[in-house]
């Protein structure tokens, strides 16, 4: 009824040509756009975000980035070998046509033909082949055991079947390919400019708020930042921290702060010899203290969490004692928080052995992430109270990652975001010991090598019951920082900015900025 | 001539080559590229592919040959980040560059030369003084520090002119340029007054010298003796003397003037070649650090060329040899 | 590197040659001829003054901005003139650390003060050696230098540095090395110049023809006449090297926060310009201004005083 009204109201505002849409319409300033309109080109994080408004995921994620549904109402394992997804019922696509099992198969048929450089057969490595049951079911048969394949899905996006596998770029680019379920209609884009959607009125979920909806790509933070003065924009994310400590004696912006997935973790080397050399009164030391876990452990408690937000941050952050935000995948609710206790520290340093302390290089990202640096030199002074001398420098990310990936630091700091919402991605990664056969620890700079770790973790990877992996991930959180593998610091967060009092906006810890989730303020 | 030409073009094709070579190795001394942009939950089957798609697996001469294949086909690569090419990228971003430059090296001229007329004309008084001091201050203080003042000054306390970023594009003759607009003019005129201070300090420290210089030769006291006017003999005698250090410097600081729209732009954020070049550089962006030095390879020999040609013009008694 | 610091020797062997009586004065007369400018010599004084701060910071300054265990982070963004938790007045703020903002500058200085000599004074004996040579000796040798100097002016300083830092890596050693490999060709291509006006000139030919060694023709009746011209770019080049380094560090390639030099401060202060914190970027860059034009004013006046058009 309200659709109704609204849409004879924009005829007549149409019809009239003079009248503005301001309130209709949504323009948003944002870092990053896509590289291409075809949903299946790349899996660049900035490209899901924009094309998520014309096209629908098989399945969604929530604000925490844990799964809810999306083209798909439900799925379940059958066998250990076959995933069953249930779809949604009375979804059209933007030229009418109603979807169906069928545009789903051919949308997983068609990424390994069409896929660019930053290949989408990641989101497809586990399917072997898909079965068409009805209109409204699809049946996934796995390579092996694929407990993670709904989480795959959450960037399968789809496409109507029609698409036909010879239309690429140039097709979709053009609007004339761009065809799919999603909330908004595709109008227009160029290529690092703007992207234009028009609301799409037969949506199967909630009506967006907006006629029509701008996402400018302005990659530059002040430049944004000037947009959203200018009022050239009525919304626009990554906020530099700077500017958000001016925004907060600035009335007419209001600024929206988010976690974000990405942690700075410590990453100590616990190799047999370690890669720079560890001294004390300038004699290299027999051994590599840092595989003590006793001294992993007084540099955790060394650090003072609540100090790094609050003053080193500037509150732009969240004390961090797991590998990824509360609420993931994985996230284990025994760990608790970690008390800053100088005093037991410098017990645990004198009974490993170094009642004195040692001369330490700490190498830190600089300009990465916000705040990697300060936080760097604030860590080099917390274990400095402890007796250690450590050398902390901040490099450049063209120095610092590929020598972090030779693996020449003997301790080091960068931000790693787990971008899937669970642990089996960060865990795969950072801390199973390093495997090419089985693909894990890809990521493992350190060494930390823990059978008791890997065998919990494997098993996870194997387990299709949700809560019994669960249950397995969380285990596994608790063996890795029990040990100390990596020492988490702070999680950053993100910060978005509007004028003050005109959006109804609730930030994404994905960070991702979804028009359809914004409403006008009440 | 003609001969002179070729051998300059020629070694404006090995200069070229050089410095690609020099970008290669470098990048190769690094590290791998990879390793700075790659999404940090890629598998290392997805690394390993990215990898051979760039080419990166390849020994060095490989990489490099194929990429002068490429060139060969007019295919300077593809921006690593930005996944489009890197020839587009660069063009699209050199208008606004181009029009900062311009805009700036106007400021110098109309402005440091007359200045330096007129401090060498009449180099003991008030004013010649005033303007000496500012000279020195324009070359002297670092353009990054100036334009944060400026932005310190005019963006922030005044709130009267923009902080950063290029203002509303409109056509002037037909050629899209922010210098069409009102709001583009408001955006231009800061950076560009900062980065031709460096630029007019020097222009008035020259035109000031030359004319000293000339104003005490016996020349002029003849000419003077037979009676001409002053403004006769500078803009007749005195300024064709001093023009020769004046072309050289104008030419020579042309393209440092492009080179340093990089700090500029950065302090300013204007989206020009030079912020591009800083973002490639800090994330190692082989092919468009290639592309954007080849490109100011091929424009400093073009000004240099020019610049000689011009000196030739101005004093015979250089002969143009071109290094043979 | 020694080698190429050979040429340089043999400029200190044909200066030491001469008469020690004449050498001092003409310094005497040097002198007398500089301190006519009141500016120049306070310039001189405050080049001076801020190279004896910087070089004795460790004794001057209130803090050791290196040592991370002198820092404390609730001292953060205090404002200057504020009592920090060591008992002492900051008389210029802190920064994001709780880093005494005047032990840091002076620091800093330091770091910039040996980064810009050994810098400008390496890329000026290169220069000279490269021009020179290539100007008297002509031919090939003169084709082949002159190419590798345009090859060097075919890029910007700045890129160059810029290029050279980025694959160098972060350090002071490694910036010293970018800025000498950026500047000298702008003396080469200076001295070679002039040079080459000059050596069709009676006095060089005069020169020639006597049985004179070559390399004292060269620095003894050459280097002289092309001096003046060279000066002109030695005054922008020397400085300039400073403010080079400090814009590499600004733009974020130079050196890192946790090894302040101005350039690095500054930078770091420039994140904070929106804000009521602008001691960040305000001190250093005073100091760095200071530093910069008081060094320019002082070649100023030298090169007032070098030139032969001005010696009564």
Known sequence: MTKHLLKSAVAAAALLAAAPLAAQELTIGLRAGPDSIDPHWSTLGSQAEALRHVFDTLVDVDDTLQLKPGLAVSWEPIDDTTWEFKLREGVTFHDGSPFTAEDVKFSIERIPEVTGPMSMTLYTKYVDSVEVVDDLTLRVNTKGIAPALPNDFTRLFVVPSETGMEQGNEEFNSGEAAIGTGPFTFVSWEPKGDLVLERYDDYWGETPAWERVVRKEIPDDAARVAALRSGEVDLINYVPASDYLAMQNDGDIETFVSDSVYILNVQPNVKDEEPQPITVNGEEVDGNPLQDK????????????????????????????????????????????????????????????????????????????????VVCEALAQMWSRLGLTVNAQALNGTVFFPAAAREEYTMAMSAWGTLTGEAAYTYGAMIHSKDDELGFGNFNRTGYSNPEFDEVFQQGTQTLEAEERRALYEQASEIAMEDRALIPTVILQTVWAADADTLDFAPRVDQETRAYEIRPAE | MLGYLIRRLAQAVVVVFAMSIIVFTGVYAIGNPIDVMIDPGATAEIREKLIAQYGLDQPLWRQYFTFLANVAQGDMGTSMVYNIPVVDLVFSRLPATLELVFVSVCIATFIGIPAGLYAGYRPDSVAAKLIMALSVLGFSVPTFWIGMLLIMTFAVNLGVLPSGGRGDVGSLLGIPTSLATLDGWSHVIMPALNLSLFKMGLMIRLTRAGMVEAMRTDYVKFARAQGLTDREIIFSHVLRNISIPIVTVFGLELGSTLAFAVVTESVFTWPGVGKLIIDSILQLDRPVMVTYLVLVVILFVLINLTVDLVYARLDPRVRLKGGS | MSDTLTPEGNVTATASAAPAETRASRLRDFWSDYRRSPIAVLSLAVVVLLAALSFGAPLVAPQDPYDMAALDWLDAFLPPGTEGSGGYTHLLGTDNAGRDMLSAILYGLRTSFVIGLSAGALALMVGICVGLSAAYFGGRLESLLMRVVDLQLSMPAILLALVLVAMLGQGVGQIILALVVAQYAYFARTTHGAATVERGKDYIEAARSTPLPTRRVLFRHLLPNVLPPLIVVATVQVASAIALEATLSFLGVGLPLTEPSLGSLISNGFKYIHTDRTWLSIYPGIFLMITVVAINLVGDQVRHVLDPKNQR
Not at chain 1, 338 to 348: G, V, W
């Open chain 1, 294 to 373: 006793r001294v992993r452990q007084a540099l955790d408690l060394a650090i003072n969490r609540d100090v790094l937000v609050d003053v080193v941050l500037e509150g732009l952050g969240t004390p961090a004692t797991q590998l990824m935000p509360e609420g993931f995948f994985g996230y284990s609710d025994d760990i608790g928080a970690r008390p800053y206790d100088i005093e037991q520290a410098k017990a645990l340093l004198a009974e490993a052995g170094y009642p004195d302390g040692f001369e330490v290089d700490f190498t830190c990202t600089n300009n990465r992430v916000p705040g990697d640096a």
